[in-house]
């Protein structure tokens, strides 16, 4: 097993263009969830799905849009790339839901300038 | 609000210096606390699971505790490869992990 991928590895955005971070899971998982990670503050929540089809917002959704059109892949898009979304994202996945010990992926780190 | 914090921020031991990162957490319906590791340019990695005050777990030089209000992370005999950043989270209902902002851990040979 693969586990989580998360492609790119490394991104770099000008303000105002748009792209997606691909997230795939190879562990049959129904829960899956992308995270933002910031020097001194925790991971955040950005947004989750419980299975395909359904998605819902986290900590930190503005911003981004994702879908949820097959079990394996949850794809995070920037609609509208700005400065303060330079980050580290993390996409996690769950066996038994959100509440419970998640799997993460490698991570992409994106910078926008 | 729901909080979890960590300290201490950064912690640097010798090796084969014993010591415990601590978190301390305030949300509401409990779901379960959870330790990761995180290395440098790598996604977390899970550790542990605790449920209930009075549990532990352990694996290799960590041992992990809880309480109603606190978890501590004890790390007996270190070695240099235990270097990392040491995640806390905790579970709630709603499909929510929060997370703490870590313990850097350096151990020197």
């Known amino acids: 097993n693969a586990g989580v991928t998360q492609t790119p590895k490394f991104q770099v955005l000008k303000t105002g263009q748009s792209m997606t971070l691909q997230c795939a899971q190879d562990m049959n998982h129904e829960y899956m969830s992308w995270y933002r990670q910031d020097p001194g503050m925790g991971l955040r929540l950005i947004h989750y799905?419980?299975?395909?089809?359904?998605?819902d917002q986290g900590e930190v959704p503005n911003g981004y849009n994702v879908s949820r059109s097959t079990t394996e892949d949850f794809p995070l898009r920037l609609l509208s790339a700005a400065p303060s979304q330079t980050s580290v994202y993390f996409c996690?996945?769950?066996?038994?839901?959100?509440?419970?010990?998640?799997?993460f992926g490698p991570g992409t780190r994106l910078t926008v300038t | 609000e729901d909080q979890v914090t960590q300290s201490p921020e950064a912690l640097r031991l010798q090796e084969g210096e014993s010591s415990s990162l601590n978190c301390s957490y305030t949300v509401s319906g409990l779901r379960g606390l959870f330790w990761y590791r995180q290395d440098p340019g790598k996604g977390p990695e899970f550790l542990f699971t605790l449920y209930s005050a009075g549990e532990e777990k352990e694996k290799e030089r960590l041992k992990a505790t809880l309480t109603k209000k606190e978890s501590f992370l004890h790390i007996t005999a270190p070695k240099p490869e235990d270097s990392a950043t040491y995640l806390c989270?905790?579970?709630?209902?709603?499909?929510?992990?929060?997370f703490g902002a870590g313990t850097i851990l350096r151990v020197k040979s």
């Open positions: 799905s419980v299975g395909a089809g359904i998605t």
């Open positions: 996690a996945s769950s066996l038994a839901g959100g509440e419970n010990e998640q799997y």
């Open positions: 989270a905790v579970g709630e209902y709603g499909n929510k992990l929060v």
